[in-house]
């Protein structure tokens, strides 16, 4: 802390993490040819905030919007060719030859890959509608021949039996007519036409339908299906197909059937009846169903090579054209200068980078030949800069928890530097089992162990989060197995493991009940201390006694109280420190000093009185105290008299608490008020001095002097932040209470786990059913305390950190300082580019 | 059901609604508008849209775009929504999102109807029909010589079957026919939508009732104005109207004997609702009434988001988001076309 309270300004450098980096406003002027460069260098860097300077401006009327449009066409390319790659069963490899490639050449390289790639596709997708055709015109004569084959053995058959009868029947009851009619068919037969074809199966219904509509039911339609789907030539996808042959008669029929073919997307082969050209046909087609499949691999082999080719350099050209295209974007936030020969650029960077910047411009204007250099220089400003945490592996998570609430203020005193710790202390608390510790310590070893191969990979949402926050749950299970030996509680069960238990039984019969129960006693009023106290935790004799639940509560309640009157203490001493940092002196003596006092004049003394109890072994009722400290301060304490002075002690501290509140109240709002009037009537005589800073940052200067002090909504808001205080520290403390009732729970759900799942398994002397017992102990350890519990208690603790922690002093009104950097376009870019 | 509705809705209703009142927070805004009028190439037009929701459906189209390319693509997208919407609903929202696609559907078989008298090519017919009003046998119109047989052939398994109980003749198919047919089916689907959403009550019939009899007064308006000077006959004209909405039925009436466009107008600075209208216009002028009609049904639809647990949004997002397309049609064809002056003639901002 002693570093920390230096404060104003750069005077403790070792803590970077407290304050975030000192930013600048800084200007640069780039010469026109060298702003590529530049732009690419500070990427490289990323080191840079850049402002967007011509916000009013539409994508399309900015300078550089060409170029953009030129880049969004080559990233359209290499999806196209990632679509091919992927439609093929390449994945882009990451190319060990890294050919130095021109942004230019790249584009005419993807250009004429592109068109070659369409080349190849077209002609393949060409030859593959010949093969497919080929391919249902091969099933269609396949069936269709048997439909004739049929058709014609059961005509053959009709035919012989009605010759058959002819001649069997050849007596007077023959009709007459009938002869004649078999006679007349055969002369007057009309010519049948048929079509043959392939309709989509899920159309064939409809087509039947509509078919038999059209023509008023005169046509006779067979259909036969086809197995296996066939490749539509047209839409190229597999669809599962009928085979029919339609039979018609005339030609307003043939049209119209025609047209519904063609509105039903059947295709429409030629069919011959004629046996032997049905044959030759099939021959044929065979023939050249071969031709085009050795033509189609020939085809296929080349474009694998192309896409090979691809393949090995797409990630590399990925990655230049996602450069290139965030450069332009970049540019095209750089306002023209008037002579249009260079840019301006404005941007936050944090002032370690100056150097580092400057050393880029200098490399960029040598590199690029250009004959004037840019020009960096810093600007004043009143506007808030950004916040920059340079956090590492360790750290970002626990930055990530604190951001999560809110970004700190810029240079504001930062929650992270104590919630390292505190955040997996508080945790533990409530998940104290060295056991499950030591599962949670594993769980995050195998994510730390294999840290290089996660990072590289992608991983699913959830596990992400897990490997995000691998440190912070190292923690946490490091201190949970910390907290675990303290209540010694080990899946529940607990360990002599530090010593012997200091408590032993008084007699022999009681020793025998101690036997027959299993644990040393049900109750302890057999017990003596024979030994020293247990050195560390709590002692195992305490468990399974009637009197475990009281003694634990008490001491977990207790020991809830002081974690949490001293988190607030420490949460108050950081407003001190913004106060101090920021140099404001009345928040230091109106709110820090009176919060300081109230909090601790009441839990500061209630936390002083558990100590003296626990020291002394006192039996006073601490409730009973604190109650009656309100109700009659005066009164005798009686048996609950813990140290001499007591009574005088708790009325100053009473008189302190009722001082603080008005304390905390009134003065701040009038002090405000003093001061604005001061600053104004001032501003009007030091207008003329500061005329040079007046002029750069005229507009914002301006409104932010001449805003409107507003007395009764100061004052509103400081009775708000006064009420919220008084009653919060009552609440707050109330709410640290938690941690007790997590821990319970934690402890009771894994000790009925134990006792009912996996004792009485055991119980049974029956091999299955200590299996079953133990799967299902298993699963309910790992589903519901292992992993319910944990989030639970990791909830509680980020509510304990936002709320009862960071209410005493976090602004969390900033904003991030977003680099620009390359790194950064990786993944982000990916579904926009 | 009237004034229940908060208490039931959200049981089938509320994911849809939460999801259509997404869907049109995405609608462009005036300054979308104005920055799309601005544009110099329709590559400017797609640059500008890709930030938009439209975004991924045309950033995989290559450079040398079309209007055709870049109507199709945004339609594609309100298709793909109307699907999504469509597959969650359950009864009767799914009917109600059904009836939205009716009007396009009698679109769509009267196009392919008109381009089979005019021998065009049906694949290229198919093309141009609006993908909300596809149904499966609707390639097999081009068959049908006469109502009869297009009614007896494909449109019998078609929802549109009943509308055509009213308008089927063995004459021959020929454009005045066709027009006919066209306003005569669409009169029994505005009746037939109507009375389904008097039927549904509530919130959702109030506010329908209001669209829909817009929708009808504005046909007449229409059918009106198209049939002065043809030889369609008063009562034939009358019969074209839809038996509700605001104008029925003694403006229906006065409709039906108006023979230029200023006793229309004559007729309908009667209603106050449309006076507004008419008084935008010049005597004489019927160009710029589409767009006011247009503006003003964009206008009803927008309010009715303002209330919650009903259909009727799902109703105005489509309409709306058609609107949207039209616009963008018309922003892109100007730009297309080098007619930058005339952009703003037939854009309807919608917010």
């Not at chain 1, 030759?280 to 080719?309: F, Y």
């Not at chain 1, 940092?581 to 601790?600: D, S």
């Not at chain 1, 009775?719 to 402890?747: D, K, P, Q």
């Not at chain 2, 509700?244 to 200023?262: K, N, W």
Request: aromatic fraction near 12%; glycine fraction near 6%; proline fraction near 3%.
């Amino acid at each position: 802390m002693g570093e920390v309270r230096g404060g104003g300004g750069g005077c403790c450098p070792p803590m970077n993490l407290f304050r975030s980096e000192p930013m600048q406003l800084v200007q640069l002027i780039i010469p026109m040819e060298s702003a590529h460069v530049t732009v690419s260098y500070l990427g490289d860097l990323g080191l840079l905030q850049f402002k967007d300077l011509n916000a009013d401006k539409s994508p399309f009327q900015r300078t550089y919007a060409a170029q953009i449009k030129k880049s969004g066409e080559m990233a359209r390319r290499l999806r196209f060719f990632k679509d091919q790659m992927l439609k093929a069963g390449f994945s882009p490899k990451k190319s060990a030859t890294q050919a130095d490639i021109n942004i230019d050449d790249l584009e005419v390289k993807l250009a004429e890959i592109e068109a070659e790639l369409v080349e190849i596709n077209a002609n393949g997708e060409k030859l593959q509608r010949a093969y497919n055709e080929l391919v249902e015109y091969k099933l269609v004569l396949q069936k269709a021949s048997e439909f004739f084959h049929s058709a014609r053995s059961s005509a053959a058959e009709q035919q012989s039996e009605y010759a058959s009868r002819q001649i069997g029947e050849e007596s007077l009851d023959t009709p007459l007519l009938l002869e004649q009619e078999m006679s007349t068919d055969s002369s007057k037969q009309v010519k049948l036409g048929f079509i043959t074809g392939l309709v989509p199966r899920q159309k064939y219904m409809a087509f039947e339908r509509i078919l038999f509509r059209a023509t008023r039911g005169n046509v006779f339609l067979r259909q036969a299906v086809v197995e296996d789907p066939v490749t539509d030539p047209i839409s190229g996808e597999k669809v599962e197909k009928n085979v029919f042959v339609v039979f018609y008669s005339g030609e307003r029929a043939k049209n119209k059937i025609l047209k519904i073919c063609e509105a039903f997307g059947a295709n429409r082969y030629p069919f011959s009846e004629d046996l032997n050209k049905q044959d030759h046909l099939v021959t044929e087609v065979s023939g050249r169903l071969s031709e085009l499949k050795t033509t189609i691999d020939v085809g296929l082999l080349q474009r694998d090579n192309l896409l090979q080719t691809i393949g090995d350099q797409f990630e590399q050209w990925e990655f230049l054209v996602r450069k290139e295209k965030s450069i332009y974007h970049t540019l095209n936030m750089l306002s023209l200068d008037v002579t249009k020969k260079c840019l301006v650029a404005e941007g936050w960077s944090p002032v370690f980078g100056t150097k580092l910047i400057q050393d880029a411009l200098q490399r960029a204007s040598f590199d690029s030949n250009s004959q004037v250099g840019a020009i960096f220089q810093v600007l004043q400003t009143k506007e808030l800069p950004p916040t920059y945490f340079r956090t590492n592996k360790f750290t970002s998570p626990f930055q990530e928890i604190v951001d999560a609430y809110g970004v700190a203020k810029y240079q504001e005193a930062n929650p992270t530097v104590y919630t390292i710790v505190t955040f997996p202390f508080l945790f533990a608390v409530m998940f104290g089992d060295w056991g499950h510790g030591i599962c949670l310590l594993l769980a995050t070893l195998f994510l730390i162990i294999r840290e290089k191969k996660f990072s590289s990979q992608k991983l699913g949402d959830i596990m992400e989060m897990m490997f995000g926050g691998r440190y912070c749950i190292l923690m946490m299970a490091l201190f949970s197995i910390y907290t675990g030996l303290i209540y010694n509680e080990f899946f529940s069960v607990p360990f002599e493991l530090f010593a012997p238990s200091a408590y032993a039984c008084r007699d022999l019969s009681c020793r025998q009940v101690a036997k027959l129960l299993g644990t040393l006693d049900s109750t302890t009023m057999g017990l003596i201390k024979v030994r020293p106290t247990y050195p560390f935790g709590v002692d195992p004799v305490w468990h399974g006694s009637r009197s475990e639940l009281p003694f634990l509560n008490s001491l977990k309640m207790k020991m809830s109280i002081l974690l949490g009157v001293a988190q607030m203490n420490l949460g108050i001493i950081l407003s001190y420190c913004n106060a101090k940092f920021f140099r404001n002196g009345v928040n230091v003596w109106f709110q820090f000093i009176p919060q300081l006092i109230f909090l601790n004049s009441l839990f500061g003394y209630l936390s002083l009185l558990i100590l003296v109890k626990w020291s002394t072994g006192s039996k006073a009722d601490l409730y009973h105290v604190m109650i009656y400290m309100f109700l009659s301060p005066t009164d005798d304490l009686g048996e609950n008299q813990l140290f001499a002075g007591q009574k005088t002690l708790q009325l100053v501290l009473l008189l302190l608490a009722f001082v603080a509140v008005p304390w905390m109240l009134i003065p701040k709002p009038f002090i405000l008020k003093k001061q604005h009037q001061d600053r104004h009537q001032g501003h009007s005589y030091t207008l003329l001095e500061s005329s040079e800073d007046n002029f750069q940052l005229g507009a914002n200067h301006d409104s932010h002097d001449h805003e409107e002090f507003e007395f009764s909504e100061v004052f509103v808001h400081q009775l708000i932040h006064t009420i919220e205080f008084v009653l919060g520290s009552v609440s707050n403390t109330a709410s640290y209470l938690r941690l007790w009732a997590l821990s319970l729970a934690h402890s009771e759900l894994s000790s009925v786990f134990y006792d009912k799942l996996l004792m009485l398994a055991w119980g049974y002397n029956n091999v299955i059913i200590l299996i079953v017992g133990i799967i299902v102990f298993i699963c309910a350890t790992v589903g519901v305390l292992l992993v319910m519990e944990t989030l639970s208690a990791f909830l509680h603790a980020l509510r304990l950190h936002w709320v009862e922690f960071q209410n005493k002093f976090y602004e969390g009104d900033g904003y991030k300082f977003y680099p620009f950097s390359f790194a950064w376009t990786g993944d982000e870019d990916e579904l926009s580019l | 059901m009237y004034g229940f509705e908060a208490l039931t809705f959200n049981v089938d209703g509320g994911y849809l609604e939460a999801i259509v009142r997404g869907h049109r927070a995405g609608l462009l805004t005036a300054s979308d508008y104005n920055n799309l009028c601005q544009c110099e190439n329709l590559d400017d037009i797609k640059m500008h849209l890709s930030a938009t929701e439209y975004g991924p459906y045309l950033q995989n189209e290559p450079s040398p775009l079309h209007t055709t390319t870049i109507v199709e693509k945004c339609t594609l997208k309100l298709v793909d929504e109307y699907k999504h919407m469509l597959c969650q609903a359950t009864e009767p929202l799914s009917t109600f999102l059904e009836y939205i696609t009716y009007g396009h559907m009698i679109d769509n078989v009267v196009l392919i109807v008109t381009g089979t008298l005019h021998e065009r090519d049906v694949h290229e017919l198919l093309e141009k029909c609006h993908p909300l009003g596809m149904f499966d046998s609707i390639a097999t119109l081009a068959v049908a010589q006469n109502m009869r047989e297009l009614y007896r052939l494909v449109l019998v398994d078609t929802p549109l079957a009943p509308y055509f109980s009213e308008c089927i003749t063995s004459e021959d198919l020929d454009d005045m026919n066709i027009e006919i047919m066209r306003n005569t089916l669409y009169k029994a689907y505005l009746e037939d939508f109507y009375r389904f959403c008097q039927k549904l009550g509530g919130a959702t019939a109030e506010i329908m009732s209001d669209l829909l009899s817009f929708e009808a007064d504005r046909r007449a308006v229409n059918i009106t104005i198209n049939s002065i000077g043809t030889e369609l006959t008063r009562d034939d004209r009358r019969k074209l109207y839809s038996n509700f909405g605001l104008l029925y039925p003694y403006g229906h009436e006065e409709l039906a004997v108006c023979e230029d466009i200023d006793q229309v107008r004559g007729v309908m600075e009667k209603y106050p609702p449309y006076q507004s209208i008419f008084a935008k216009m010049s005597y004489g002028e019927s160009q710029m009434l589409d767009k006011a009609f247009y503006e003003e049904e964009v206008k009803r639809l927008c309010l009715a988001f303002e209330q919650q647990f009903h259909y009727a949004v799902f109703f105005a997002y489509m309409r709306l988001r058609e609107q949207e397309i039209r616009n963008l049609m018309w922003i892109s064809e100007c730009v297309a076309q080098n007619q930058k002056s005339r952009v703003h003639d037939s854009v309807v901002f919608i917010f």
